[in-house]
């Protein structure tokens, strides 16, 4: 649901990697780190990466 609800936007790499950007942002401003971090980046860059439609 969520990749078809992106899909009228052009999402390629650099779109995702500035998405990226954004969550590591957020969780600096939040002091998230250690395993939780790890976890959550590894399912924000799947995630990202199953968003590319270009």
């Not at 002091?31 to 968003?51: K, Y």
């Amino acid at each position: 649901m969520l990749r078809r609800r992106h899909m009228p936007f052009s999402i390629g790499k650099k779109e995702s990697e500035q998405w990226l950007l954004c969550m590591q942002k957020a969780m600096d401003d939040m002091s998230i780190d250690g395993d939780l971090r790890s976890m959550l980046n590894r399912s924000f860059r799947q995630t990202a990466e199953h968003m590319h439609n270009v």
